[in-house]
T-cell receptor, first 113, second 115 residues
């Protein structure tokens, strides 16, 4: 079974630029999560989808971050405009339902200069 | 609100000696607790999980953890460390309120294994 795929693996941008990350969950997984992991900290949930609906986006900075999951499969996370403090690893995870084990992708490391 | 505190940011052991990574949790409900491991440039991997069944939970690669409600602890142990165990370890609690399955991560413990 293929795991959670993410791209790109690394991205370097300047502040005020925009960036987008892509995630392809494990086939058949209804729930998809985006986490932000700042260096030296544990991951923090940004947004959770159940199929293509948002379950929890309480910690998503909506003035600059947006996410979508069209057709309940792939998802994209966008930052516009980026700030220095957005430098982090962005992790995507998926699970069969919101009660099941979450499987994590390798992450996208974002550096904002 | 639920939270976890990992009591050590860095643990160093010699190969072949026991490993102890400490975690305390705070929860108003019966918690689900997890340990995840993160190797450099790799995704997070579930080591083990506690979901109100047996208090001693066995996981992969020889790790186990014991849920102690009276001490609100969920420490991770392994009898004999291997070089490949060197990684970042996260203690995690699942937010039960609202039943979203939301995971709340601790700050992480870096395990160093010396030859």
């Amino acid at each position: 079974e293929a795991g959670v795929a993410q791209s790109p693996r690394y991205k370097i941008i300047e502040k005020r630029q925009s960036v987008a990350f892509w995630c392809n969950p494990i086939s058949g997984h209804a729930t998809l999560y985006w986490y932000q992991q700042i260096l030296g900290q544990g991951p923090k949930l940004l947004i959770q989808f159940q199929n293509n609906g948002v379950v929890d986006d309480s910690q998503l900075p909506k003035d600059r971050f947006s996410a979508e999951r069209l057709k309940g499969v792939d998802s994209t996370l966008k930052i516009q405009p980026a700030k220095l403090e957005d430098s982090a690893v962005y992790l995507c995870a998926s699970s069969r339902t919101d009660y099941n084990e979450q499987f994590f992708g390798p992450g996208t490391r974002l550096t904002v200069l | 609100a639920q939270s976890v505190t990992q009591l050590d940011s860095h643990v160093s052991v010699s190969e072949g000696t026991p490993v102890l990574l400490r975690c305390n949790y705070s929860s108003s409900y019966s918690p689900s607790l997890f340990w995840y491991v993160q190797h450099p440039n790799k995704g997070l991997q579930l080591l083990l999980k506690y979901t109100s069944a047996a208090t001693l939970v066995k996981g992969i690669n020889g790790f186990e953890a014991e849920f102690k409600k009276s001490e609100t602890s969920f420490h991770l142990t392994k009898p004999s460390a291997h070089m490949s165990d060197a990684a970042e370890y996260f203690c995690v609690v699942s937010e039960e309120y609202g039943n979203t399955g939301k995971l709340i991560f601790g700050q992480g413990t870096t395990l160093q294994v010396k030859p």
